[in-house]
């Protein structure tokens, strides 16, 4: 069983996001060059078709970033609920943030959440409005703890 620390769902950057812009921002440069080389050689086909080429990569590519920004979208609305009902157990129990864990990144009922030592099943209302806490013990005892992110 996993479970995750506050600091971790709120700190988990995604460098492959930049990665991708990277990349992106390469190929315009590349564009760039090959219609200026197109521009000064025009019966060479061959930098048209490069050119082609590099605009149909450069939309595969941007579609593909907006498919991934729209999934990183979604994944940090989940994250943020979570952390909102892991900062109102830390409240409601009166312990840091630092001392809840999740089990999950998602909200939903049959979620865990861990307090020092007792662990907790999140009932969550079917508006997602509000959520039901009651103690839960798990049947397997070893429990690995992510902190940071990776």
Known sequence: MTFY???YLTH???NHYLFQL???SIIILIIAFISWRWYRHRT???YRELF???ILL???LTGIQFNEWQTLKSSFSQKSQVTQIMQRVAQEKGVKRSQVW???STVSSGMLIKVNDHIYNVTVNTDGNSYTLTK???ISSTIKYVKEAD
Request: aromatic letters at 4%.
């Open 52 to 54: 082609i080429i590099m």
């Open 12 to 14: 988990q950057n995604s």
């Open 136 to 138: 839960a013990t798990p």
């Open 5 to 7: 620390s506050y600091r």
């Open 44 to 46: 060479d086909l061959k």
């Open 22 to 24: 990277a990349v992106i």
């Open 102 to 104: 999740s089990n999950t």
């Open 58 to 60: 450069l939309l595969l």
